[in-house]
């Protein structure tokens, strides 16, 4: 049962590599503004996340067993209850593994959302540029005596042409 532990989080780590390798992946495309490329990323990426909850789920399913055989209240007291170094040290540096990738995960996450909402706020000054009216009256009013507009609201396309 030890084996299949260890298997799970063998498999559980590189399932965690590849979704840094996409996240690495969705940052040049963020950049680069790619949209369709990251509409493909994200469905892998949705894939792997599935995936990931399945190993996950016979991962807490095989560590549900092995507590109740070891009379153990939690994963750590049961690694340190074993009386295999070998095996002892291997599943300590595979958790360890897994924290690391999920703190690296996490942190490449955060900067692509970042990027995301950049570029959201990019398309948004567009569109407000393009779309953005000069303020007109649409009644007769004399120019004369009136103070000229500071300001140019005028927007991307000249509305008068």
Known sequence: MLKELGAALDEMIHVQKRLIGF???????LIERRVDDLNVLVKEEAKLVKELNAIETERERIT?????????????E?????????????????????????????????????LLLDSM????????????????Q????????????QTNSQGFFDTKA
């Open 121 to 136: 706020q990019f398309v948004q000054h567009m569109i407000d540029q393009v779309t953005k009216t000069k303020q007109q």
């Open 64 to 76: 549900g067993i092995l507590l109740l055989e070891h009379g153990a209240s939690g994963f750590s």
């Open 23 to 29: 996240a690495d992946e969705k940052q040049a495309v």
């Open 78 to 114: 049961m690694v340190d209850g074993l009386t295999d170094e070998l095996m002892k040290r291997k599943l300590q540096n595979q958790v360890s593994a897994l924290q690391d990738l999920l703190i690296e995960l996490q942190a490449k996450n955060k900067i692509n959302e970042r």
């Open 138 to 149: 649409f009644n007769y009013q004399s120019p004369i005596g009136q103070p000229k507009p």
